[in-house]
């Protein structure tokens, strides 16, 4: 076939595949299907070495032909993932087709639905395994069309030597548009494919082809692997779907789980039955908008296995971790039984927080206690989750676990550092200053820098109740426990989240995919960064509308460069302007609604520390000017006056003044001259400023420098030309106004050298030379 040219390199010889299968023994013939008979072979590759293989030949007498063995071809040549069968090669010679794939040791699930070795754990990663797989079909990565694969059986679904997951058979798929959220294929109703028991009704009445339909019939094989039976039965040899019909009845009946497996009857957990069987049963529910997406579904199945096996290791996590035990007496007289005194803050689900002095070989030690809420569903999972991570994790601004509490229904964890309070309630008290609400930012980053990058886990929840600071106001990352672990052979790791997300701090991508991503944390930092700039709360009830939400507020007035109007006004006059440009322009980008424009924690990181150290020299700055007086002649805000006298009759005073003259011309600060001989008027500002005393006096912006004696002091310490230079915001380096030309556009005839009088004539500037231009106000 022409269409086969660009996979050349999956030919193989007709004579090879013989020879791997013994001339198709009946002694390797392994199954069959829709496409015929499968055989196990030995590939011999060229590297003289052997690889075991499945064989499946084209049976035309089953009704399968050239399209159906060229999409196999296709498309499992482009759609490879660790979940789905990959295509090693195919030979088409002879008047045979064939295609080899690699070789599923355990054969197809339904072999295995009523195997005492298929434990409960053991039947959640496999469903967990297949719904990644079809979780990738239908939202591919690499630009590549959706696939709705159309027979999603336990059949299709084959199982390797360490009880992988792998879907099979594309045979009967269809491409569909990508990146879409609905995508439809209508089909005749006389074309309907499909599996008898597996086949979404909606799909056979209509002819409308979804991914729903997938999802149908993936909620089928899930009630398959929780029942222990395949979902039809023969009847007079014809297959009759039969387990949805008494999967219904039951449900109705709430006795659902009188149809569970006998063999895993007894143990499965409680909340994990609950989970599967809740996301089994929304499969298969009749209107295509209430089933689950395929994301929802590996969510609910992760959460499932979650919960199964802290059931299944909880005797042996106590003994693990039994030395880090504190009995519940210990903490109740360290908190003074949870004292009003010892409160730090309410944690909502997470737990309230309390401070708590432990004695210690070396005297009393202050940590931090939090306190469970156990009526919370989830506190079991989330109690050993944040055990088990957070005796794994080592770093400066993740909290430490000192030890915890399972005792008499309570679950208590007890932290290493004495916190002083959290950040959310800091970020309200205006003694909190700008620098240390940076640093505490930087330490959040940094910790969560360490998560993304050194464990490979997404928080998930990062909030400002969830960042603790001590007393040195360093920050502490704490609710580990609401962590997932992403793949490490991932670049792009996906956290499937299993809480109910609160409004505000979690990415809008979450709202249409249900996937949180480690995108997902930078742009929750990115609200924590804007609630230490804004001082107030992600969420404010105190507003009913847009501005209720501080995300929302924050892009709409950043757009309309308005964003001053948001910040807090008694911080803002603590910022050096290059530390908020800096900093905000940070911020904005982690809340990108396109995540790939988001910056990774490495470079939040290094952009905050780039903040700081703008923000140390700017206050360092501030402290040099606290030595002078602030006093303010008249129009001198924003200019730099010296007050002299061109009188020459007192010789000190005039050497004086020209010297400060030429002191100031060589650091090339504009200035203003204000002659008290000439001009009386500039007398009396300087006798009601108090400093009419020997000239000349220097006011630079607003502040009282001095007279000669202050400023050649200054100068020979090396002082003078620094401050002159932090109080008129000059750097070093090219003049940024001209770029060290020395000359700028004349701001009245905007360079055209004429203006335009009210009459409308024309006149010339008066203000500038023929070019249009004048003198660098900073250079001169």
């Known amino acids: 076939m022409p269409i086969l040219k660009g996979f050349e390199h999956l030919r193989m010889k007709l004579d090879a595949i013989k020879k791997a299968t ?56 482009a759609y490879k993932h660790e979940n789905i069968i990959s295509l090693l090669g195919y030979c088409e010679e002879k008047d045979e087709k064939i295609l080899v ?44 069309q959706r696939l709705l694969h159309r027979d999603i059986k336990s ?76 979902c039809i039965i023969n009847i007079n040899d014809t297959s009759t779907p039969f387990l949805t019909h008494i999967v219904r009845y039951h449900h109705r009946r709430k006795k659902l789980k009188e149809l569970v497996c006998r063999n895993i009857k007894d143990e499965i957990h409680p909340s994990s039955y609950k989970i599967f069987s809740e996301i089994a049963y929304q499969c298969l529910h009749g209107e295509y908008d209430l089933r689950p997406s395929i994301e929802q579904i590996v969510r609910e199945l992760e959460t499932s296995l979650e919960y199964q096996s802290v059931a299944d290791t909880n ?49 009393q030690v202050m940590c931090a206690v939090k306190r469970l809420d156990c009526t919370i569903a989830d506190t079991d999972l989330l109690f050993w989750r944040e055990i088990m991570l957070l005796t794994s994790y080592k770093h400066q601004n993740i909290v430490s676990l000192r030890g915890f509490c399972d005792e008499s229904k309570e679950k208590i964890i007890v932290y290493d550092y004495a916190i002083h309070q959290r950040l959310d309630v800091l970020l309200l008290d205006p003694k909190f200053t700008w620098i240390q609400r940076l640093k505490a930012c930087l330490g959040a980053a940094c910790g969560l820098e360490y998560l993304h990058d050194h ?44 809480e109910e997300v609160p409004l505000g701090y979690f990415d809008p991508i979450y709202k249409d995919t249900v996937l949180l991503t480690k995108e997902s944390d930078v742009y929750s930092l990115g609200v924590v960064l804007f609630e230490a700039l804004c001082s107030r709360p992600c969420i404010d009830n105190s507003y009913e509308d847009a501005r209720r939400s501080l995300p929302i507020l924050i892009k709409k007035n950043y757009l309309e460069q308005k964003l ?44 905050l520390k780039t903040a700081l150290e703008y923000q140390e020299v700017f206050e360092a700055k501030a402290n040099r000017l606290l030595d002078f007086e602030e006093i303010c002649p008249p129009g001198g805000s924003d200019l730099v006056i010296l007050y002299t006298t061109s009188v020459k009759g007192i010789r000190k005073t005039s050497k004086d003044c020209s010297r400060v003259h030429s002191l100031l011309k060589s ?43 202050d400023i050649f002091l200054l100068h020979e310490q090396g002082k003078f030309q620094p401050l002159v230079r932090d109080i008129l915001n000059i750097s070093e380096g090219p003049c940024k106004r001209c770029s060290g030309a020395r000359s700028v556009v004349c701001r009245k005839c905007n360079g055209s050298n004429i203006l335009k009088s009210v009459e409308g004539g024309r006149t010339r500037c008066t203000e500038c030379n023929k070019n249009g231009l004048i003198k660098c106000p900073i250079c001169f």
Request: charged content about 25%; glycine content about 10%; aromatic content about 10%.
């Open 155 to 230: 059949s299709n679904i084959l199982i390797d030597e360490n009880w992988n997951a792998k879907i099979a058979d594309f045979g009967l798929a269809k491409i569909a548009p990508a990146n879409q959220q609905n995508s439809f294929i209508i089909t005749n109703n006389n074309n309907v494919v499909g599996t008898v028991g597996y086949t979404d009704p909606q799909y056979m009445e209509r002819g409308i082809l979804t991914k729903e339909s997938d999802i149908y019939s993936f909620g089928v094989v899930l009630f398959e692997v929780l029942c222990g039976r395949v």
């Open 315 to 363: 005797s042996s996590l106590v003994k693990e971790f039994g030395h880090l035990r504190i009995g519940l007496d210990i903490i109740k007289h360290a908190t003074n039984n949870f004292g009003d005194d010892h409160f730090i803050a309410e944690g909502g689900s997470a737990g309230n927080l309390y401070r708590g002095e432990f004695k210690h070989s070396k005297g």
């Open 101 to 144: 794939y690699e070789y599923a040791s355990k054969k197809s699930l339904d072999k295995h639905l009523t195997s005492h070795e298929l434990t409960w754990v053991k039947r959640l990663k496999i469903c967990i395994g297949a719904a990644r797989g079809v979780a990738y079909i239908h939202n591919p990565a690499g630009g590549h």
């Open 564 to 607: 001053d109007s948001v910040v807090d006004d008694n911080l803002r006059q603590q910022i050096g302007q290059s530390c908020f440009d800096t900093f905000v322009g940070l911020a904005y980008q982690c809340l990108e609604s396109n995540k790939s424009r988001r910056p990774t924690t490495n470079l939040v990181v290094s952009t």
């Open 667 to 709: 650091l090339k600060v504009l200035y203003q001259e204000r002659d008290v001989a000439m001009y009386s008027d500039f007398r009396d500002e300087l006798q009601k400023l108090g400093k009419l005393t020997a000239l000349p006096r220097l006011f630079i912006k607003g502040r009282y420098i001095g007279g000669a004696d």
């Open 22 to 77: 013994n001339e198709f023994a009946i002694d390797n013939h392994i199954g069959g299907g829709g496409f015929g008979p499968v055989f196990k072979g030995e590939l011999i590759s060229d590297e003289k070495t052997t690889k075991t293989v499945a064989v499946k030949c084209l049976n035309r007498k089953f009704g399968q032909g050239d399209p159906e063995f060229l999409k196999e071809i296709i498309m499992l040549s």
């Open 455 to 498: 464990k490979g886990t997404h928080h998930g929840h990062i909030r400002s109740a969830n960042i603790l600071l001590d007393r040195n106001w360093n920050a502490y990352i704490t609710d580990i426990g609401l962590s997932r672990y992403g793949k490490d052979n991932e670049d792009h790791r996906i956290l499937f989240f299993d």
